[in-house]
C-alpha cells in the first residue's frame, strides 16, 4: 500500500532543533500538496504548515510561526519539517500528508496519503 513514511523524530530539550522528514517510494511528491500535521497528548490531530508543488507555504496555526518551516526537496522525493526553539507544547506525533492539489488545505479528508507518525518529544 502506497503511503508516506516520516522519520527523524525524538527526544530533545526546550530550545533545541528537530528536523523531520517526509518521503515516499511509491509515487513523485513534487506534484503533490504535502502537510505536516500533530496530535499532542490528550488532543485531536491539528494542521501545522503545508507546502504547494509550487513552493507557496500556508500556516494553519500560529504557535509554529516563525519556528518551524517546511521544504521540499524533489530530487530526493522528500519534504522535511525543520522545527527550531521547540517548547514542550510541541510534543506530539508528527504526520506528513500528500494531496494532488494545487492548494493546500488544513482538512484532513482532502488528503490522499499519509505517513505513520513521527514521535517528537520535548523535555528537560
Known amino acids: 500500500q502506497t503511503q508516506l513514511v516520516e522519520s527523524g523524530g525524538g527526544l530533545v530539550q526546550p530550545g533545541e532543533s528537530l528536523r523531520l522528514s517526509c518521503g515516499t517510494s511509491?509515487?513523485?511528491?513534487?506534484?503533490?500538496?504535502v502537510g505536516w500535521f500533530r496530535q499532542a497528548p490528550g488532543k485531536e490531530r491539528e494542521g501545522l504548515l503545508c507546502l504547494t508543488h509550487g513552493g507557496l507555504t500556508t500556516n494553519f496555526v500560529d504557535s509554529v510561526k516563525g519556528r518551524f518551516t517546511i521544504s521540499r526537496d524533489n530530487a530526493e522525493n522528500t519534504v522535511y519539517l525543520q522545527m527550531n526553539n521547540l517548547t514542550p507544547e510541541d510534543t506530539g506525533i508528527y504526520y506528513c500528508?500528500?494531496?494532488?492539489?494545487?492548494?493546500?488545505?488544513?482538512?484532513?479528508?482532502?488528503?490522499?496519503?499519509w505517513g505513520q507518525g513521527t514521535q517528537v518529544t520535548v523535555s528537560s
Open positions: 511509491g509515487f513523485t511528491l513534487r506534484y503533490y500538496a
Open positions: 500528508a500528500a494531496r494532488l492539489s494545487s492548494r493546500c488545505s488544513e482538512t484532513e479528508t482532502e488528503y490522499t496519503y
